[in-house]
């Protein structure tokens, strides 16, 4: 049976080999002017050789005073076309259409401003904070109004762009009319409302930029803009009002496809008090996979309700080849369009099409995606899972004629990351893993009942251990490895990747409570199933961390309190963008962190606590579950000073952080060998 995803498809002036496209995601990888880097062709062509049908290059500037980050591509005059044509090639080169999005800031911009910021500018200087009214900052919060005669300015702004995009080679311009840019908010019901030019008309200012381009590039010059069909938002408009108001015009503008997306960065109340409108564009952990299916659907089907054909691209939060190919099913859309997949595996269109799915490396989602800071916030796109991205010319394995011994302590994320690449350099390297499983912390830290999407925490090491099999690593599982193998061994290269333990408080009793079963750390309950647990009530001591686990216990009806020595709450690390939900469904479910709270006993089947100064209050439980942070837990290098042997420490065992950490530091390491 035919793979709809590998299926050919053509728009009006476009053939695409597959249904598979990256879609334009905010790299910020260009120079201090907005010229392609070295950097930028690596990632592109990347994503083109992994085999998607098109690469669409994300935000690429009009004029200087929208940036939102000092790294977006500009095409601010023609001396930017040459630079530009470097990322035409390579994309090229490697079979796929190249498309490039135009940009301009608007509200968006002096996002992530760490310093105060003058009324109407942004952190970058030259740039301007404003809108078609300004009652709605996203970036900074007293912006200005745009004038009239600038609307007009940037129509030709926005037109001579793609004129030299098309100059440059590229086979279609997406244009950013979403997610807070000036399009959008000029677009919006709730933004553009009061003005007295011909801008009240809201469709007006996406509707010259078109046809201007068109003027300049011919009507036959692919276009697919990006817009937003659905704001989400209390008084914005809404998908009926898109199809009544904006499809007819925009199809009758000649358009190749549209580029949908049903959520926007405006400050307003969000429709679905659940799911905020902005985590429709860019889904969090715990948003539901294919957020965006049902509104694509109800797009196909008013379309065809008003006799519209256009070809419609679909996204967000869409992780395996089944939701992908879901996306692009009967009465939805007709490509699948790549952001966060495409970062963490630029390879999986062709392990599609080469039958490799067992290979791809799926996107965990766990907020970790952008190690090198938030792409609003003066950081660079990459992934947490993939550390070639964005390296991806540096980072290619080249295979060594002088192989090393490499001994490996630790099965966790930076063992088996580690194992992987210098396994593919060359090199002879045996794993060791205490437990009888590879993974570490991400083999149990999912092992949540009534929490959605935890099955996307192993992911990550699922992909670890297919690939060290695959790859022949010689893996010593129930093994510990200790100095003294070391020293017999003389390896060039030791890894110490044993991660973190609890930090366990000193505590009268709690060793015997440990021991005997009554006290358990959230490690051991995670590891070894909540179905475990003693029926009875429960106390989980340390909120931070012990958040979900406590709000899972809930919510699968356990009698349950959570306790924290902290006067203040503060979620895991870890945690990250996932905090939003756990706080709500943790209100939901009746469940408040007890804070200020000193554990002071732990025996005979109760607790004693004491909150704040107040007397000790005793807890008769079933079972006290400890979450009390972590620490790292390096049992080898000082025993190795001075032993000629090289050691490195990754990953937890250096300091507690995010897998992500380990996974970095480990293919950074691995290459310098």
Known sequence: MTDPLLEAFSTRGLTFKNRMV????????????????????????????????????????????????????????????????ELVEVIHNNGALAGIQLFYGGLIVGAGSSVPLEPGKGWIPGTVSWGPTGKYPIGNQQPGVVPTETYQELVEAYAQAARRAREAGYDYVSFHFCHGSLPHVTLSLLENTGRNDEYSDR??????????????????????????????????YDLDYFLDHYAPRLHALGIDALDCTFGSMLPAKSRDPEINSGEIIGGGFYVPNLVALPYIQRMREGLIARRIDMP?????????PEQMRTMVGEGAADFFASCRQSLDDP?????????????????????????????????????????AFSRDRDYKIVPTNRPKRVLIAGGGSGGMEYAITAQQIGHKVTLFEQSDRLGGAL???????????????????????????????????????????????????????????????????LADA?????????????????????????????????????????RAGREVRLLDPAANFAPAAYVGSRSRFVMLWAAEAGLAPELDVTLDRVGGGEIAVRHGGGPIETLACAALIVAPGRGSYDPLSRSLLGSGIEVQVIGDARKPRSYGNAIHEAAYLARRI
């Open 22 to 85: 990256h879609a334009p995601t905010t790299m910020n990888m260009s120079d201090d002017r907005g010229y392609v880097t070295r950097q930028a062709v690596g990632a592109y062509e990347a994503l083109a050789a992994g085999g998607f049908g098109a690469v669409c290059v994300g935000a690429t500037n009009v004029r200087w005073d929208g940036l939102i980050n000092e790294r977006m591509f500009g095409f601010y005059d023609d001396t930017y076309i040459i630079s530009q044509r």
């Open 203 to 236: 469709f007006l200012f996406c509707e010259q930029i078109i046809q201007r381009t068109q003027e300049l590039c011919g009507k036959d010059y692919p276009l697919i803009p990006r817009l937003v069909c659905d704001e989400n938002f209390v008084g914005g």
């Open 312 to 320: 419609l691209m679909g996204s967000c939060n869409i992780n395996t």
């Open 347 to 387: 390879d999986f269109p062709r392990k599609i099409s080469e039958g490799r799915e067992d290979e791809i490396r799926k996107s965990t989602r766990t907020g970790a995606s952008l190690l090198a800071g938030n792409i609003f916030n003066k950081g660079v796109a990459g992934s947490a899972q993939n550390a």
């Open 443 to 509: 083999a149990w830290a999912g092992n949540y009942r009534t929490l959605p999407n935890m099955e996307q925490i192993a992911y990550q090491p699922d992909w670890h251990r297919l690939m060290v099999a695959k790859l022949g690593v010689d893996v010593r599982l129930g093994e510990t490895l200790t100095a003294e193998t070391i020293l017999a061994e003389k390896p060039d290269v030791v890894v110490v990747a044993t991660g973190a333990r609890p930090n366990l408080p000193q505590v009268d009793g």
């Open 514 to 554: 440990l021991a005997s079963g009554f006290a358990r750390t959230i490690d051991d309950v995670l590891r070894f199933g909540l179905e475990a647990l003693p029926e009875g009530p429960l106390v989980v001591w340390g909120a931070g961390e012990g958040i979900e686990l406590a709000l899972d216990l809930a």
